[in-house]
């Protein structure tokens, strides 16, 4: 509720979130939604509550609207305004495997007879590479999730092909992650020092970097409270010189990451 208060309109869930847990939450503190407010799901997954890893793959095109289902009930939506096809190309996290390696091409018609029928309004793609990204193209995607920070750029390629065909990019894990082999952008020495010579925090310096590198953002970093909200809300006022673009532009690798292996190959 205090997200919306301070003008955020951009709100990302998913069913397996709990499961259902964030989307009750969701509808329990917003609805009745506001106009304005896009509420962007994501299927693919399934949980389990197994750990150390609680979810499982649910790419097959009858899980895919199974779960627009359970986000228009859980939502109390007769439309979700985005959902994401939460793909499992790239890493870290739950592997398809067996009958769970679907093409995109298959699970893409399911997603476009769902916008058809009116249940979703417009398609996004995650966690895949830029050439799944072009397949995915023609069906008028609006947005892809992929990891990305201004340390781990190795989605750079991924990023300006959005960016020219303008398609919104969706960073997850924009400031790291506690993925083993994620950096931590506010740990970085560089982005440190900049954030004490301009009087904020490292986290606010990451998410600054990360607009105005691209246009194109829409950022959803993760928050634990209203301070943490607060802080990330903040990264919006921040001004980066000339002088800290090119430092924090020269941190970042755009080679492949080896936590970020493909395990699908479409």
């Known amino acids: 509720r205090r997200a919306v208060e301070l003008g955020v309109n951009h709100v990302d869930t998913a069913s397996f979130y709990g499961p259902g847990e964030v989307n009750r939450r969701i509808r329990a503190a917003l609805f009745p939604y506001a106009d304005d407010l896009v509420i962007v799901s ?14 499982a793959a649910a790419q097959k095109p009858a899980e895919l609207r199974a779960a627009v289902e359970d986000d228009l009930r859980q939502l109390g939506l007769d439309c979700v305004p985005v959902v994401n096809l939460r793909r499992m190309d790239l890493g870290p996290g739950v592997a398809a495997e067996g009958d769970q390696q679907v093409d995109v091409d298959d699970q893409l018609a399911e997603m476009i007879a769902l916008r058809d029928e009116g249940k979703i309004g417009a398609i996004g793609i995650s966690a895949v590479p830029v050439d799944v990204v072009r397949r995915a193209l023609p069906a008028g995607i609006v947005c892809v999730q992929n990891a990305y920070s201004a340390l781990d750029r190795s989605q750079e390629d991924t990023l300006q092909l959005c960016a020219a065909a303008g398609v919104a990019w969706v960073p997850y894990f924009p400031l790291g992650s506690s993925f083993p082999g994620f950096p931590k952008v506010a740990d970085h020495p560089v982005v440190a020092e900049i954030a004490g010579r301009l009087g904020v925090t490292g986290a606010q310096v990451g998410l600054a970097w990360l607009l ?55």
């Open 42 to 55: 994501k299927v693919g997954a399934r949980f389990t509550g197994e750990q150390p890893m609680p979810l």
């Open 212 to 266: 105005a590198h691209a246009p194109n953002t829409l950022l959803i970093p993760g928050t634990r409270s209203v301070g943490h909200l607060e802080e990330n809300l903040g990264a919006g006022d921040v001004t980066l010189d000339a002088e800290a673009l090119e430092r924090l532009d020269a941190i970042g690798t755009t080679e492949p990451q080896p936590h970020r292996v493909e395990s699908v190959q479409r």
